[in-house]
């Protein structure tokens, strides 16, 4: 029987299915920033299957060793297989016993050369990638994206909201950012997300760490307003609008 990817002549008929040049199920953006004591990331639970939010449930931050947190837009299940690989890592890691642990630039180090790793074997992991942490005081905040383009930076965001959200945060941020006001400016980020991204969903988790450890949010939804003019007719005075 002749597969779908043949049927779109995205392959040849004999050629062997790569289900990871096809993205299934889907999340959008990721926010992050350094505030005070540590590090600040943000994402919805929405999984989009195609332009369908499937489902609204899903985890998209998740904590990695002592120090770290990896927060992924992009298909799930190629997240669920870093994550395995990460616990391999991380397993591997500890079982030298000799009172050292990876910490978040070792592991952003290993997450570039994987996703540039995978891009040339023209199989990539459809993902872009945010990973902070902190380690004997030292705050650290990177991403990466599918194709191994990576930087660090004082906040990081991926999908839409680079486009959406850093211009806010390049106005917003600063240093001393208290807990209280980098949540508050997530969340600013998280509702203009919403407002404009179609794949975004009122349902977020928010995460921290600290030297302290890692506390991830219970999800819960943001308070929005709806009545904009610009929302209630969107196309008004735009060319060619119907």
Not at 2 to 27: C, F, H, M, W
Not at 74 to 102: A, K, P, T, V
Not at 137 to 153: A, H, P, R, T
């Amino acid at each position: 029987m002749e597969s779908i990817q043949a049927k779109q002549g995205l392959v040849g008929p004999n050629d062997p299915i790569q289900r990871t040049q096809l993205p299934y199920v889907t999340g959008t953006s990721v926010v992050a920033l350094k505030y005070k004591d540590g590090i600040l990331m943000a994402a919805d639970m929405g999984g989009s299957y195609g332009s369908t939010i499937r489902y609204k449930s899903v985890e998209r931050i998740k904590p990695i060793g002592k120090h770290s947190l990896l927060g992924a837009s992009g298909e799930i299940s190629d997240f669920q297989e870093l994550l395995r690989n990460l616990d391999e890592l991380i397993l591997y890691d500890n079982m030298w016993d000799d009172g050292n642990s990876l910490g978040p630039k070792e592991l952003h180090s290993y997450l570039t050369r994987v996703m540039y790793n995978r891009r040339n074997k023209f199989d990539p992991l459809w993902n872009s990638l945010v990973l902070g942490g902190v380690k004997n005081g030292q705050k650290y905040l990177g991403m990466v994206s599918m194709i191994g383009v990576n930087f660090e930076d004082s906040h990081v965001a991926t999908g839409f909201g680079n486009h959406l959200a850093r211009p806010i945060l390049r106005d917003e941020w600063h240093e001393n950012l208290s807990y209280e006001d980098g949540v508050k400016l997530l969340e600013k980020c998280m509702r203009v997300l919403l407002y404009r991204d179609r794949s975004a969903v009122n349902k977020l988790q928010i995460a921290k760490i600290t030297e302290e450890g890692t506390t991830i949010s219970q999800p819960y939804a943001l308070k929005t307003f709806w009545g904009f003019t610009a929302f209630q007719n969107p196309t008004a005075g735009a060319e060619g609008s119907w």
